[in-house]
């Protein structure tokens, strides 16, 4: 018999447990209906921006290691191979802030970062003509910014 108690108790407290994480609503005919809570997703702006901080000082070193290598190419077909890296390196590079933003982050940091990656997909289009001597600033200010609203 107190077996049979010991589990009333424990039924009684799983439904009422579940009955806390739901909803109940009456519909237009007075019929009740519940529907589990919804919970909001946990906010990731910490580890998106330690991800993108990271991001953008690994990003652009390999940029620079791959320009300097193309500027020591010894002829035009290695230039060329090396030129594909560097617009790797800017493909991947806004693949991933793209990716951090899509994340549950401050709407300041998800800002930061589509710009970002907006400026890295314009500076990597083959009709961009900003001069490769200016990159290092461009890459500098969007990295400040997403320094800042990550601080």
């Not at 951090?100 to 990656?117: F, G, H, I, N, Q």
């Amino acid at each position: 018999m107190r077996k049979l108690a010991i589990l009333a108790v424990l039924a009684t407290v799983a439904l009422t447990g579940a009955a806390a994480c739901s909803k109940t609503t009456t519909s237009a005919n007075g019929a009740a209906a519940t529907t589990p809570a919804t919970t909001t997703p946990a906010d990731e702006t910490r580890q998106v921006c330690t991800e993108a901080l990271a991001e953008n000082i690994s990003a652009p070193a390999q940029f620079d290691k791959e320009l300097q290598a193309g500027l020591a190419a010894p002829n035009e077909s290695a230039r060329a191979e090396i030129e594909k890296q560097m617009h790797k390196v800017l493909t991947d590079w806004q693949a991933k802030l793209t990716e951090l933003s899509t994340r549950t982050v401050k709407a300041e940091v998800k800002t930061a970062l589509t710009d970002a990656a907006a400026t890295l997909q314009q500076l990597n289009s083959p009709t961009d003509q900003t001069p490769v001597e200016t990159l290092g600033s461009k890459f500098a200010q969007f990295g400040a910014k997403i320094a800042a609203v990550c601080a």
